[in-house]
């Protein structure tokens, strides 16, 4: 299967948003920001569920990541931009998975459910056929404002999601997963080194300027037989559903 390009967004004309009684000002600033990204045109315009998919076919133009026939897990898929991605860039058997529903997707399996509970490591792996070559990992909290608080949530969220991803990782498989820019993210850099062949951070063009977000792109899991520390079990993630970028 052909890989789908990742066309350039263009920069048309800048919108204007006036704020009326009914919008805040920071609704105003949210609104033109919207009408005024191109990747927001352009995921409209090319079918992409969210201006997200594109952070990921960048991704996967550097790093080699969706390779054909591949089994890939999508952890807090919705609204399921990144699980369009991935089938249309050749995986066999792509899961998508989030505490929130999402419309079907073309090629991918649905489930909704945490991806937290002991039982999903198991249960994913049998819907996938097999271990994974690859687990994604867009997800985010809600942000509280507080830029060292969203920093440790942040973490802690990513740290869950590599723990789970060495429970379905095949030998030579790949893990992604979203952070924020700070000092923290080292902890986790440092169990990645430890699983992985090959472990870099990458901030792709998709991902806003003024966003703090870095992606850590590990490859080569090393197997099963590599322990993991602990996770941070202290770090709180109350108060916040996770989300993808905006659509």
Do not use: C
């Not at 990782?169 to 990645?192: M, N």
């Amino acid at each position: 299967m052909s890989r789908a390009p990742v066309i350039p967004p263009s920069r048309g004309l800048s919108v204007h948003v006036k704020t009326a009684k009914s919008r805040s000002p920071a609704s105003a600033r949210w609104l033109a920001r919207q009408l005024n990204d191109p990747y927001v045109t352009a995921a409209k315009q090319q079918g992409w569920r969210s201006r997200a998919a594109f952070k990921l076919l960048e991704l996967d133009d550097k790093f080699h990541l969706i390779q054909k026939g591949a089994r890939v897990l999508d952890l807090g898929a919705a609204p399921g931009g990144w699980t369009q991605v991935a089938v249309k860039r050749g995986a066999a058997s792509v899961i998508a998975l989030d505490l929130l529903p999402i419309d079907p997707v073309h090629g991918a399996t649905i489930m909704q459910g945490d991806f937290s509970d002991p039982a999903m490591p198991r249960r994913l792996t049998e819907a996938l056929g097999g271990e994974a070559d690859l687990v994604l990992s867009d997800m985010a909290p809600n942000t509280t404002g507080h830029a060292s608080t969203d920093h440790i949530r942040i973490v802690a969220l990513a740290e869950m999601a590599l723990d789970f991803a060495v429970q379905v990782l095949s030998p030579g498989g790949h893990f992604v997963a979203k952070v924020f820019q700070g000092g923290l993210e080292k902890q986790i850099l440092d169990v990645l080194k430890r699983n992985f062949a090959s472990v870099r951070h990458a901030k792709p063009p998709a991902s806003r300027k003024e966003s703090s977000e870095l992606y850590v792109v590990a490859i080569g899991f090393k197997g099963r037989n590599q322990r993991l520390r602990e996770p941070v079990a202290s770090l709180s993630l109350r108060g916040g559903a996770t989300t993808r970028q905006s659509p």
